[in-house]
């Protein structure tokens, strides 16, 4: 699946549906970014492990969020080789100026099934 210029600046795009690659371990992708100007190519990161939610946060710095399988690394990292602690969350998002970071962490619990009631007697 490769995004590919056009002549007269048409931009084919083929997409396929992705929600399987999201798993553990699954697959590998790269974050890499094309001057449109000159059609110059830069891989921003290497090896395995899926990477998605990319932000630059500076000229050098790209925040992203890094999928885990079993013995990977997973939660924040970025292009300089930081990570963050191990995580399960997901959609991070960035400050303008890359010193803060919102993100959804979903809590796997099960509900109540039943709960006491409380009552004064008459």
């Known amino acids: 699946m490769v995004a590919r210029w056009q002549a007269g600046?048409?931009?084919?795009?083929?997409?396929?549906?992705?929600?399987?690659?999201?798993?553990?371990?699954?697959?590998?992708?790269?974050?890499?970014?094309?001057?449109?100007?000159?059609?110059?190519?830069?891989?921003h990161t290497s090896g395995p492990g899926l990477k998605i939610s990319p932000q630059f946060l500076s000229a050098d710095r790209i925040g992203y969020l890094a999928k885990a399988g079993p013995g990977e690394h997973g939660g924040l990292a970025f292009t300089t080789g930081e990570h963050g602690p191990d995580s399960w969350i997901r959609n991070p998002s960035w400050s303008p100026d890359g010193k803060s970071v919102v993100y959804e962490k979903f809590i796997y619990s099960s509900p109540a099934l039943s709960q006491e009631s409380q009552s004064s007697p008459p």
């Open 9 to 43: 600046g048409f931009l084919e795009l083929p997409v396929e549906d992705t929600f399987a690659a999201r798993g553990f371990g699954v697959t590998a992708s790269q974050i890499v970014s094309v001057d449109v100007a000159t059609g110059a190519r830069m891989e």
